[in-house]
């Protein structure tokens, strides 16, 4: 039964956080009170997510690393340079702002990339290393981005910044790894299973907490709020691109690409408000919430892209072999 409800929850996740959003908004003044327990829920969700994952996968990959180091070009200095320059055309005045865009390209990948990689069959090993990997550099890699990209304008402070990633991310991680490694990944059967809905409904939680926070900047829909939308839109669609054509230009094989289109275009958006609130100005997280929104939508039309680009690739071989 709760396979069935995980199934259900992942097939209607593009619903499930614009739904989250918007409870957030309308239940604003219940909800915010209850700030302080995301962190907690978030690494539990994170803990949830890597029971999947162990040493071995990252061992086998590092064989072949090229197209690891290749990925995490594209999450980390590529989509930050182009949110940034992005940000400083549309936004010039606005420090915020392109805070929040910056913040949503820097943070790891997202676990639920992985979920995408399987049902459009792609290489799960190669999945889970990059997220793994990007995930444990999680606390350089962000407050450092952050200082380097927006640091100027925007005070940053660093080292509770790395904690909390350690707490949310790094530290969740690593025990669910262990745990896998000692059960021979046979937690991710007899517990894995049982708490991946709960951890879908603890995402929808954690979205609906932060959005009531940020309430305020995202009720009254204006020719800004819009802009900002509108280009949180094009920079989120730009990492899938990006990562589709380096994929074709590097004739990477299908398997190879659809990890690479996922892990490039997703974020963990959740931990990227997180550090926004906690952080930063309420404004800046209202980039980062409103990318909730479009996450999961441009993964189901990237993997649409992806089903087309291989169908047109396996017609001419069906048709030279029928003749």
Known sequence: MLEKINRQLERFMPIITPISVLLGMLLTH????????VPWIFAF???????GSNFTHLRNTLFRPAPIFIGLAILHVV????????????????PYTITGLVLAMVIPCGITSSMWISIYKGNSTLGLSII?????????????SLSLFVGESVAIEE???????????VIPSIVGMILNHLTKGNIKITLGKRIAPVSKVCMAVVVAINASVAAPYLKHVDKKLMWIGLIVFFIAASGYLVSFLVSIMLKYDRETMVSMVFCGGMRNISAGSVIALTYFAPMTAVPVIIGMLFQQILASIYGFVLSKHFGRQSRPHKESTSA
């Not at 219940?30 to 327990?37: A, D, G, S, V």
């Not at 793994?132 to 450092?144: A, G, K, M, N, R």
């Open 159 to 169: 080292w509770p910044m790395v904690r909390d990633l350690l707490i949310m991310i």
């Open 30 to 37: 219940e909800l915010k009170n209850f700030l302080f327990l």
């Open 45 to 51: 969700m994170t803990f949830s997510g890597s029971l």
């Open 79 to 94: 989509m930050p340079l182009w949110a940034w320059a992005v940000g400083h055309i549309a936004f010039s005045t606005d």
């Open 132 to 144: 793994l990997i990007d995930t444990l550099l999680s606390p350089l890699v962000v407050p450092y």
